[in-house]
């Protein structure tokens, strides 16, 4: 299939468009990348996705796709090779229910650590550690390298933007949780992640990201100020 009958539409920095890449490159199809403006969105994002106005979509054959999650299933489930979803229904319902956690647990206790000062920001963080040591407990019952196994799967590439990304949430946040003492477990998986030759070749750099995450919360910031 050439690049042109598939479109990403995403940021170069976006960790929900990452989940997208992974999943491409781990199946070895090719696409091409559409980089959005999320201060000034294309025509294209806004008709592709009028609902949310987000990125990433995957246009295939004209059709958008949108949301993270959904696209990831509708990849395994149109290109067979790789599967990043195990064919037992069980392990399926596994995946997809901590998938879920970690966007909504997670994710969104990040965000208001990140964004949240003094005793609101102590409610997320606490939160943030109470999701690790879920996750923690999960990886470490697993014996092995990854959620999925022994190769990346489904829950490694919707996770695995903590492996990454995360760093700078607590770094220009001003809080820290991740700890390999406390989750040794976590800490090893995100080793072996980075280590995966088509994650460790598509990341963006840290100096990038730590600007995104300056610029993020100058404007978190100053939506405060505008309140009061």
């Not at 490159?25 to 025509?43: A, C, H, R, T």
């Not at 996750?135 to 999925?148: T, V």
């Not at 492996?163 to 406390?182: I, L, R, T």
């Amino acid at each position: 299939m050439s690049g042109t009958d598939l479109k990403l539409l995403g940021t170069k920095e976006s960790l929900f468009t990452y989940r997208i890449v992974w999943a491409l490159k781990l199946k070895g199809i090719e696409y091409e990348f559409v980089e959005e403006d999320l201060f000034n969105k294309s025509p294209l994002l806004l008709e592709s996705n009028p609902i949310y106005k987000k990125v990433p979509v995957l246009i295939h054959g004209g059709k958008p796709i949108s949301e993270s999650l959904v696209i990831l299933d509708y990849i395994d489930e149109t290109w067979k090779n790789n599967p990043i979803l195990s064919t037992d229904p069980q392990e399926r319902a596994y995946a997809r229910f901590w998938a879920k956690f970690v966007d909504e647990k997670f994710y969104e206790a990040s965000i208001k650590a990140f964004f949240l000062t003094g005793e609101d920001q102590a409610k997320g963080v606490e939160s943030i550690a109470e999701a690790l040591q879920f996750l923690e407990g999960e990886i470490a019952g697993k014996k092995k390298f990854f959620f999925g196994g022994e190769a990346i799967g489904f829950l490694d590439i919707v996770v695995g933007w903590i492996a990454h990304w995360f760093q700078f949430v607590e770094e220009v946040g001003g809080f820290k949780v991740m700890d390999s003492m406390k989750y040794p477990a976590f800490d090893s998986w995100t080793k072996n992640f980075l280590e995966v030759p088509v994650i460790k070749e598509n990341l963006p750099p840290h100096e990038e990201l730590r600007r995104v995450f300056q610029g993020f919360q100058q404007m978190g910031l100053a939506a405060v100020g505008a309140k009061e």
